[in-house]
């Protein structure tokens, strides 16, 4: 038989190992809540960063499309040969 001295400790270390598992618990639920939240943002981030540069790309080859198509010596020309009069508009 236990004496009541004995069955306060355990019952004192029961609460303390049930609280100190609680903690752990809340503690690797907020980790990975964190790191999820921390890798959304830099996804997000870089996300942002290669549209911007996509829409760079794009631009450029726009206006480069542009200027090919208004220029009278591409559009004027059938010669295909490495030295038509095109070939100074690309190297520009």
């Given amino acids: 038989m236990l004496?009541?001295?004995t069955s306060i400790t355990f019952a004192v270390?029961?609460?303390?190992?049930?609280?100190t598992a609680l903690l752990i618990a809340i503690q690797l639920r907020s980790l990975r809540f964190a790191t999820h939240e921390a890798a959304s943002a830099y996804?997000?981030?870089t996300s942002t960063k290669v549209l911007g540069r996509l829409q760079g790309e794009l631009s450029t080859i726009s206006s480069l499309v542009h200027v090919l198509a208004t220029s009278s010596s591409v559009a004027d020309s059938d010669e295909r040969s490495e030295t038509?009069?095109?070939i100074p508009l690309f190297k520009a």
């Fill in 43 to 45: 996804m997000d981030a």
């Fill in 84 to 86: 038509g009069r095109a």
């Fill in 3 to 5: 004496t009541f001295r």
């Fill in 13 to 19: 270390m029961a609460f303390i190992v049930a609280l």
